[in-house]
């Protein structure tokens, strides 16, 4: 037996060209009978490609809003509901400048507020035009830097001047000049100096935006005055994560800080609720990974079960193959092979067939992923199958062939080669 | 001693019916014996060779060989004796049909760890000993009935077995081809081959030194083939048909000459291929 093992990595590669050889000698038998192997890898090659190919694009998304924000806001506790409204909640000012000078991993921050409203330049009149007020720091945040002119500074908002910051969509619309810089505009009847222009940027498609119109960004203080009651929040940048803290832990660090900074601002005792909440972009990330997960899960259930069809169909095609080659099998035991040896040789030969299977599914699979690739307007161009779900496709295609062709294998194993030798 | 079987007996079962294929079978063969077994169909002649190549193994009795008590061994070990031991030569030649002519004759190497290094090279070597040694690469389906004999011939001796088992090995084959199997078989033994062929063809049993008669599961006769009676009468009924033959010449004891007769040279063969 020792010595017999010595012999099994000759006798394997005999088996593998072997069972290659009768591959070769039955094409059409070959391919049909792998089939299920087939249909099922290419599936879940396609699936794991596609689902590559849509995590890179919320990925993108995600990254074009920017992953290291954070964002803040006021809400009422549900059993709070009836002695608090949502402006005893509301975050301010006083606590932006404490979370910018207390929390660590909060880099920089902007409180921010928004409204629908009325704009008249020299010519036209728009309603419901994107009006918000911010910090300074917003220009960096959003990374939108000025084209023209000068951003919103600290003065500005400081002094609750009444300038402006509009983007280049909104000279189109207010039908301004080439250089609006130094041109005025009025906001609900109030009058803005424009300072300065920004690009214009599209908003991520997963987010309803693409169709992005007139906006104007004035100093938070100046459309506080203008109008208190809007609903406000801050929108913060974290820190940059290091070798040694990940973005998971950066975005904790900072919603503790800002939970511990926000709470003893507000007073809460222990059993007190938040009376705020915050949102991260990295959480929105991992739901998306769970989802995929989900997704994965689900379509390997569906290819467990092609792969099953697809194993019954490689046992049936063995177990003809070992009655056509019974023969073959009596001669190979009278001429000294050990039962365990072709037991080998036929698992062998399962195996091999379920991994010619394998290949040709990975190869269909990778094909669909290319072609989905080449779909204009299809979320999908940064789908691609990633190694190691070829190495699981080829490991579960084996893994059939071991499973069944062990049946078939046992009973070419237990062949009487006296018996078999006489087989018509 | 090569072979020695005492008290041999093998009992089937069919349904409830109880058939003794061998009925306390003796017999001792020697190193470099020629020696062939006859008998009619249900005598117990392949059941015999089937014990004396361990391919089944006898309900009572002993089977030494060389020395080696083989009865009663399990199936792995077994194998390995014949893989190592016996030399096997079938009627219907049984070679691999996608495989080559040295592939086949590598097949019983490869099961043996201490062969299997320069496998090619002994295949090699034994296809030019039973001369086709230009046909190593030919398919079996490329080669005539002989040559394919050959090869089956190759393959038995590739591992260098204690004996060469022959069933009906010229069964299959026209008379030409048959005088050329028989004159390889002779050669082998004149090179110190013991060999033992089961037949039922007195032409092939002739050659042999001494044959082994078989009926209903008992040695009936065992005696040198130049004293055997029905061979003798079967040769005086050949010879009065024929003038020449393989039973003109007294089959003894006497050397067998080692060079091939001339006109049945086996490198030489007509309606091979094409």
């Known amino acids: 037996m020792m010595s017999s093992l010595l012999t099994l990595p000759l006798l394997l590669g005999q088996s593998v060209a072997s069972a290659l050889g009768q591959i070769w000698a039955n094409k059409v038998r070959a391919t049909l009978t792998t089939l299920g192997i087939i249909i099922g890898v290419a599936s879940v090659i396609a699936v794991i490609g596609g689902l590559q190919g849509m995590r890179g694009y919320v990925l993108k998304e995600f990254e074009q809003l920017g992953a290291r924000k954070m964002w803040v806001w006021g809400t009422v506790p549900d059993e709070l509901r009836n002695t608090l409204n949502y402006a005893d909640v509301r975050v301010h000012v006083g606590e932006a400048r404490l979370l910018g000078e207390h929390a660590p991993s909060v880099e920089t921050l902007t409180p921010m507020t928004q409204l629908g409203g009325d704009v008249r330049s020299a010519s036209v009149t728009k309603t419901g035009v994107d009006v918000r007020g911010v910090w300074p720091a917003w220009h960096d945040i959003e990374d939108r830097q000025v084209v023209r002119g000068r951003p919103i500074t600290d003065g500005d908002v400081d002094n609750r001047l009444q300038v402006c910051v509009i983007n280049d969509k909104a000279i189109d619309e207010l039908r301004l000049s080439s250089d609006p810089v130094g041109g005025f505009l009025l906001v609900n009847g109030r009058r803005f100096l424009i300072v300065g222009v920004v690009e214009t940027k599209d908003e991520p498609g997963i987010f309803g935006g693409g169709e992005s119109e007139s906006e104007l960004i004035i100093p938070f203080s100046t459309h506080k005055m203008m109008n208190p009651y809007t609903g406000t929040w801050f929108m913060t940048r974290l820190t940059e994560p290091t070798s040694e803290r990940t973005m998971d832990e950066v975005s904790a660090d900072a919603q503790a800080e800002t939970r511990f900074i926000m709470r003893k601002n507000r007073g809460l005792g222990a059993d007190d609720e938040d009376t705020f909440d915050m949102a991260v972009l990295q959480s929105a990330i991992q739901q998306f990974n769970q989802v995929a997960g989900v997704i994965t899960a689900g379509a390997g259930a569906v290819v467990s079960i092609s792969l099953l069809v697809g194993g019954i169909g490689i046992m049936n095609i063995m177990l003809v193959s070992v009655s056509e080659r019974t023969r073959e099998i009596g001669l190979r035991k009278a001429l000294g092979a050990p039962p365990w040896l072709v037991l080998v040789q036929f698992l062998v030969e399962a195996v091999v067939l379920c991994m010619v299977g394998g290949l040709i599914g990975i190869a269909i699979g990778q094909g669909l992923v290319e072609a989905s690739k080449r779909i204009p307007n299809f979320p999908l161009e940064h789908a691609g199958v990633p190694g190691w779900a070829i190495v699981l496709a080829l490991a579960f295609s084996a893994g059939v062939g071991v499973i069944f062709g062990m049946l078939p294998a046992i009973k070419a194993a237990q062949l009487n080669p006296i018996d078999a030798l006489r087989h018509e | ?274």
Request: charged content about 25%.
């Open chain 2, 1 to 274: 001693m090569t072979i020695e079987i005492r008290r041999l007996e093998k009992t089937y079962r069919v349904g409830e019916e109880r058939v003794h294929a061998l009925r306390g079978v003796d017999l001792t063969i020697e190193r470099n014996e020629f020696v062939a077994i006859m008998g009619s169909s249900g005598s117990g002649k392949s059941t015999l060779m089937n014990i004396l190549g361990c391919l089944d193994q006898p309900t009572g009795g002993e089977y030494l060989l060389n020395g080696q008590r083989v009865d009663g061994m399990d199936t792995g070990r077994l194998s390995s004796v014949r893989n190592r031991e016996i030399g096997f030569i079938f009627q219907s030649f049984e070679l691999l049909p996608r495989a080559t002519a040295l592939a086949n004759v590598m097949l019983p190497m490869l099961y043996d760890p201490r062969k299997m290094f320069g496998a090619r090279r002994r295949a090699r070597t034994a296809l030019e000993l039973v001369g086709l040694g230009d046909r190593v690469s030919h398919r079996p389906n490329q080669l005539s009935g002989g040559q394919r004999q050959r090869v089956a011939v190759a393959r038995a001796l590739a591992n260098e077995p204690t004996i060469l088992l022959a069933d009906e090995p010229t069964g299959n084959l026209d008379s030409q081809t048959t005088v050329e199997i028989i004159e390889l078989f002779r050669r082998l033994h004149a090179a110190g081959q013991t060999i033992v062929v089961v037949t039922h063809e007195e032409e092939v049993a002739g050659h042999a030194e001494r044959i082994v008669r078989l009926r209903d599961g008992e040695i009936m006769s065992d005696l040198a083939a130049s004293a055997d009676p029905m061979h003798l009468e079967w040769r005086r009924a050949m010879g009065a048909s024929m003038n020449e033959g393989p039973g003109t010449e007294p089959a003894s004891r006497e050397p067998v000459p080692t060079q091939p007769e001339p006109g049945v040279e086996p490198g030489v063969e007509e309606g091979s291929l094409s």
